[in-house]
């Protein structure tokens, strides 16, 4: 029908279909294509945010490594707080701030700051993965269990569906019943880490197994019956 229509017809047409829908138009065209740029733009902030978090985090363990057995010297130790403290502050939502806090912790242990290292763990719990919580809830235990508070660390790990950690867990609960004095059940909780234990892990399965024989229960042994006292009575 447009076909029949005059210049000038079509051109109030056209005038009319602006004004009706031509500024919604426009919008939805800028919601768009800002959308779009937007969205790009906002990609690669988030990844040059991890590249540069991943850097600090290489730096921090540098910095932080030691022999086992060894404290980090002063100046290194100082070197690697700031950069923990840095990735905390500027990519406080990555992973990578929570193994800095995990380092922290670390730290404060080594310092005996237990207190410390309780509250660095607890940060790194908020937004932690399921694999690190698995971790940071078992160093938290140890925490609680060095501090004196056995019940309360043996609760923490009790029932709780640790999958590839579960032999961990148990052995930590097996650790916390023999400073309890109850070698029943740590007894218990060795022999369940043995069974959870992953079958090529030979080196942890040598110290749950000297562990296990340190408070198996005894075998009561009787003494052979003479005939001699036999006949005798």
């Given amino acids: ?47 040059a945010q991890t590249e540069a978090a991943a850097i600090v985090y290489q730096q921090m363990m540098e910095v932080s490594q030691v022999q086992p057995g060894q404290a980090l010297e002063a100046e290194k130790r100082e070197q690697a707080v700031a950069l923990a ?7 406080a939502s990555s992973q990578y701030a929570r193994y800095a806090a995990m380092l922290l912790a670390r730290l404060a242990v080594e310092a005996d700051d237990l207190e410390v290292a309780k509250s660095q763990l607890q940060w790194a719990e908020k937004g932690a993965d399921d694999g690190l919580l698995l971790i940071i809830k078992l160093r938290l235990a140890r925490l609680e269990a060095a501090s004196g508070n056995l019940d309360k660390a043996i609760d923490m790990l009790k029932g709780v569906d640790a999958g590839a950690m579960g032999s961990a867990y148990a052995e930590a609960i097996g650790d916390f019943q023999v400073i309890k004095g109850d070698k029943a059940a740590a007894y218990t909780a060795y022999r369940d880490a043995l069974q959870k234990l992953v079958l090529n892990d030979n080196q942890t399965r040598t110290i749950i197994e000297l562990k296990l024989n340190h408070v198996a229960p005894e075998v009561e042994t009787t003494d052979p019956v003479d005939p001699a006292s036999e006949g005798d009575a």
């Fill in 1 to 47: 029908m447009a076909e029949h229509l005059s210049e000038e017809e079509q051109l109030e047409s056209l005038k009319r279909w602006w004004k009706e829908n031509g500024l919604s138009t426009v919008i939805v065209v800028v919601l768009a294509v800002g959308g779009y740029f937007g969205w790009d733009l906002w990609k690669g902030h988030r990844q």
């Fill in 85 to 91: 403290e840095q990735l905390k502050s500027e990519h």
